[in-house]
């Protein structure tokens, strides 16, 4: 009995070792970015864990070092930050409300349109590259805020997710609330959104990730400096800065750590969403 | 109790049907009609040349490139990561205490930007770095972005690392719905470790599993952004995606009709892939007992 305890402590240890392992090396990259970002030139790529360190790389990203010609990081991270939170929101609301109505209200088409959500998620949507370009371009928003948030503004995941939730509440609630006067938007706001904020959660923090981390769209639609996002303004130093990496490691961590950080606040929350969303 | 409302139906839908026609139906139609022509992207006049796009496409080497291109792909990224999500998962959900702080832990990469990404892997893989000098040292002087093999596995590795910790999610709330009883029988049968994994906890985790399998080989169909920042699509075309393909068609080439010829090209083979493989996952489930 004695022995079989201890076998399964030292069962037990070896696992949460292992466990540890594994995560630390899955999360060295981003501790890598970090170090290297702080690391004195002289060490940076040179080191698995940089032993000198300077605030050059920031100072750089400010002042364009021996460029003389800062590039428009500060104002690249706000404007990712306005394109992620505006697109984001959009999608939110415009998915709270069509899956309101697919899964609440009772009209004529509503199945045809549950079907096409699903068809038009499922669509390879690299055809549509080339022409929604044309679209923008045609209409005078390239090159334009619009231009980066309009086509981002609809997300069919967001739609087809809070379609499957909502499904899930009780139609009792709502006939209820209809029967002391509410309308369908109150209804929305008031019953359904409390009811459903750990997906509202997970789904806010997916759209944001993805919309925060896009290189295609946001490189092809924009063409001044002044329109830049931060991810793209990354991507375009790739070359110019490629015997400087330091600046592009403290321009990567400016660009990782909010994401990670916000992650860490919700990870609770998020958690629980995941685990009603797998279900 | 059921009564219909047409008027607020559709209001609340407007914004999505709106959405689709803009940026859906009319896209879709633009791409037909643009792959039948040779419209350069700024010359205001075309011209109609029927199949002449298509035809030149199947026989262009950068498109039998980006076709074969997303089946390598494949082969490294869909195994690799479905066996380290499967471990992280079995790995985490053993353990008694701080689950959920783990799969966090493992879920951060998920967060990180393909830019980002692709700049950590150029740093670890540089000349300089601590890897290169001793393998170096062994007589081993490896260019790994420019060798074709090494380039689709950094490019596969990059993208393992991002979705191990999103699929070990997944998987592990697989494990967790498991009858913690079967394993009880099981123990009192006295079922090895190893037995136990593959002809309990596996079968029972099949539906988890076609899911995390249905992502990743979802995942190599739009693979952009790593080989966009690291190769180019090189050396020589090695990892030359059809995104990639597309975008240096229509954006550096300018040749607009051609490329919606190739992305039109591109999407039929991707659904009649997905297709398949979403089959031969359903009958490998159903000969092996699992669904």
Redesign the interface.
Known sequence: MVGSNRNRGIR?TV??A??MI??LV??Y??L??VL?SFADWAH?????LPTKYSLKSYEWLFTGGETGIPRPWLHAFLNSVMVSLASTVLMMI?GV??A???SK??????NA?NN??LF?M???A??????????IQRVGLYDSYLGLIL?K??SLWA?FMYTNFFKAVPTVFI?AARLDGAS?LKIMYKIMLPMSKSITTVIFLFLL?ER??E??WDM?IVKSDRMLTL?VL??QM?GPYGSY?GP??AA?AL??LP??IM??IF??K??EG??FS?? | MDHRNNKMGWLFTSPYLLYSLIFFFGPLIWSFFLSVTDWNLIAPTFNLVGIENFANALKSPSVHSAFWVTYKFMIIFVPIVTVLATAVAVLVHGLPRFKSLFLIGFFLPYLSSGVVSSLIAKGLLSYTSPMNVFLRKMGLDIDWLGTPLSALGIVGLILAWKFTGYYALILTSGLESIDKEVYEAAAIDGVTDRQRFWRITLPLLYPSLYTTLILAFGVTFGIFTEVYQLTGGGPNNATNTWQMEIFKQAFTNLQAGYASAVALLASVATFISIFIIRKFLEIWGKRNGWV
Do not use: C
């Open positions: 037990r696992r949460y292992l466990a594994l995560l899955m999360v990259p981003y890598y970015m290297n940076i790529d040179k080191q698995l415009f409300m069509v309101y109505a697919l209200l009772n009209f004529f088409g509503r349109i096409f959500v038009h499922f669509f390879p690299i055809i549509l590259l080339i022409p929604t370009f044309l679209i086509p503004a609809v739609i006939e369908d990730m925060w981390t290189l295609l092809i991810n990354i991507s790739f990496p592009l490691y990567s660009l990782t994401i990670i992650f860490i990870g609770k998020f958690q995941m685990q797998l279900k």
